[in-house]
């Protein structure tokens, strides 16, 4: 069993899903991919202590500040490729960000292979199913192009800009997955 719970944020309302102990999914209300990670049936609690862990993260993201993740248990469900990805992502500093390519190299040095692609981890970071608390919109192209963020190029503008992420040579391309 999944339980779920629903909690408005600047973003809109964020559902939160746990296995009853960790943090298996935060997606914002709309977004590609919603759900998708979860195969069991679900039902709605509030009162887990993950849910109110997520919250008070939440809260004080949204606050502006730069909250740890040590004390949130999470448990995204995915490949051992996904996980590898969204361990890196866990590991961007706050108001930075990092390419699909950087991400893809330092996967081939954790793999021992000589390349791996972009394309693919931008799959894994695409398919992320705790966003925001997993920061995968602090991904870009290696053009500085904000693309392929699943809650919305309007969302992934608004993550950066409340983390203080220098955005001068960053730009929305006019066509691809971030429109």
């Known amino acids: 069993m999944i339980y779920t719970t629903a909690i408005p944020s600047p973003l809109g309302i964020i559902t939160l899903a746990s296995d009853g ?3 298996k999914g935060l997606w914002i209300e709309g977004q590609k ?4 990670s979860i195969r069991e ?3 709605q609690k509030d009162d887990l202590k993950v849910f109110h862990l997520a919250e008070e993260w939440l809260s004080a993201y949204f606050k502006g500040n730069n909250p740890s993740l040590k004390h949130i248990p999470l448990k995204p469900d995915g490949s051992e490729f996904q996980k590898q990805v969204w361990e890196i992502l866990c590991d961007i500093p706050y108001g930075q960000v990092i390419t699909y390519g950087d991400i893809a190299r330092k ?3 954790k793999k ?10 931008g799959g894994a970071v695409g398919h992320n199913p705790v966003s925001i608390i997993i920061p995968c919109h602090r991904v870009i192209g290696s053009d500085g192009s904000l693309t392929g963020y699943a809650g ?3 969302k992934k503008i608004f993550l950066l800009r409340l983390e203080g992420a220098d955005m001068s040579n960053l730009y ?3 066509k691809g997955t971030a429109i």
Do not use: H, W
């Open 172 to 174: 929305v391309p006019k």
């Open 152 to 154: 919305g190029i309007d």
């Open 21 to 23: 102990e960790n943090l």
């Open 33 to 36: 991919y919603f759900r998708n």
């Open 112 to 121: 021992g292979v000589e390349r791996m692609s972009a394309q693919a981890v």
């Open 41 to 43: 049936e679900t039902c």
């Open 107 to 109: 996967i081939a040095v």
